[in-house]
């Protein structure tokens, strides 16, 4: 077995390579081919679809609980604030920049050395699968998502975001609506009791004021926003609809056809959903994973960013090395320290994890 030095020394080296390797959401296939090499080097058998790569313990055990390890390797695109090149990888006073290093590639090839230190052993209590996934900045269909339908039932997940190495006990979710107030179309110069940009005021309001009787204890609230306005293309028309997009982060009292139900209930204009999967997620406090990371002064909170946990069903830990602040902000960086205690408390909390 490959001590856990040698490890954190090759996970940082191909965490270079990716941040050298464009990888926009859906053009992750260059990549992918980097990520199979380390399981080819690591002598591990894998699976690939799309630009997904998965591989299963050495001794994987139908009989015993599965647990999932997940990142992604897509990136979004690089913001006009770059001062460095966004695909160099820049070592510069104990950070190493570079586009997709925070978000997430810190986290991932912390876990792949996670993956590869417990990969031969034969006593766990539970199965690995680890599943190095495409497209998860776009929600697309070819991502994790798509992957699922390959693995066995997992029990549970820790999904790696960058979150300082806290614990991410529970996640918002996202729901998209887009909603179509309806009046009479008319010339601006005439009487018109029935402009559709008057009738949307109530609707927005609506939006603005309305408050979900749950609140949980670790996400808050449900929060709606109307965050785009569209409608007329001329000075002297009245037009015959006006078009809201409403942004509804999900907390875990609720699903998302919850939520749907609740806005059509209320109002009378069309309301259309662009997605319903990207759920809430959570885990208990109890469970052992949790209680592991705590026994190791790790804190607990509620994120409100949303990531892969979204298609998952079983419970799930979003946990990682770097920090969310960072993720897609100019010059991103992640400290290397923070990547060799990253994969130092990944497996300390699963070795505490397995003895339970």
Known sequence: MKSIEILT?????????????????SEEDQTALLIENWFKQNSIPFERENNNIWAFNKHFDKSKPTLLL???HDTVKPNQGYTNDPFEAIVKDGKLFGLGSNDAGGCLVSLLATFVHFYSNENLLYNIVMVASAEEESSGKNGLNSVLKHLPELECAIVGEPTLMQLAVAEKGLLVLDVIVKGTASHAA??????????????IEWFNSYQFEKTSE???PVKMTVTQVTAGKQHNVVPAECHLVVDIRVNDCYNNQEILDTVRKHLTAEVNPRSMHLNASSIPVAHGLIQAGIALGRTTYGS?????????????????PGETLRSHSADEF???????????????????????
């Open 70 to 72: 997940n990142s992604h």
């Open 334 to 356: 992640i400290f290397i320290k923070e990547i060799e205690e990253g994969i130092q408390l990944y497996i300390k909390i699963l070795t505490d994890f397995f003895k339970q």
């Open 218 to 220: 670790v996400l808050g």
């Open 190 to 203: 005439h009487n018109n009791p029935d402009n559709p940009i008057y009738n949307a005021i109530p609707v």
């Open 304 to 320: 409100p960013t949303l990531s892969d946990q979204s298609v998952l069903s079983c419970q799930s830990l979003k946990l990682g």
């Open 9 to 25: 020394q090759e996970a940082i080296a191909l965490l270079k390579k990716l941040i050298e390797t464009p990888s926009f959401s």
